[in-house]
């Protein structure tokens, strides 16, 4: 397994104020290299097969919900440490919780509108990627 992707999503919240270059700033400008990158939607259907992890949890439902609200960014990212290193640059799930200057600090309303995704695992990372691209949207 890899340890050095991991998989994004910027929210349907984040794009729909405006923050999707800012974001991809902080992700270029952090470090990490764009392998793969698409502007798309999840159907509610989608949405619920990618977070089908969480789905005895009591906020699947609103999650779902929320993920096909509107358009996201996805995309795959590249460097050393990518994980953890991603993890600790969006900060916590909770944004009133988020360090300072984290991309969920910044940009993020609330626990279910936080912003962006992180992978948590390069198992999950490498699931996640391939949920939304073919080995022809690599680079
Ligand atoms: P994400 O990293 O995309 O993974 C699952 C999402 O569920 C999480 O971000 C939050 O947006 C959302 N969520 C809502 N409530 C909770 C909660 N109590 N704990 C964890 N995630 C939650």
């Keep these: 397994m890899e340890s050095n992707k991991t ?28 392998l793969a990158l698409k502007y798309t939607a999840l159907s509610a259907e989608k949405a619920g097969e990618f977070y089908s992890v969480h789905k005895e949890r009591p906020f699947y439902k609103d999650l779902v919900s929320f993920m096909s609200s509107g358009p996201i960014i996805a995309a795959i990212l590249e460097k050393d440490n990518a994980i953890e ?31 962006v995704h992180g992978s948590d695992s390069d198992e999950n990372a490498a699931i996640e990627g391939n949920f939304f691209f073919s080995a022809f949207e690599r680079f």
């Design 85 to 115: 290193d991603y993890r600790k640059l969006i900060g916590a799930t909770d944004p009133s919780k988020a360090e300072p200057g984290t991309i969920r600090n910044l940009f993020a309303k609330s626990i279910d509108a936080n912003a």
């Design 7 to 34: 998989f994004t999503m910027i929210k349907p919240d984040a794009v729909a104020n405006g923050h999707i270059g800012a974001i991809l700033d902080k992700i270029i400008g952090n470090g990490f290299k764009i």
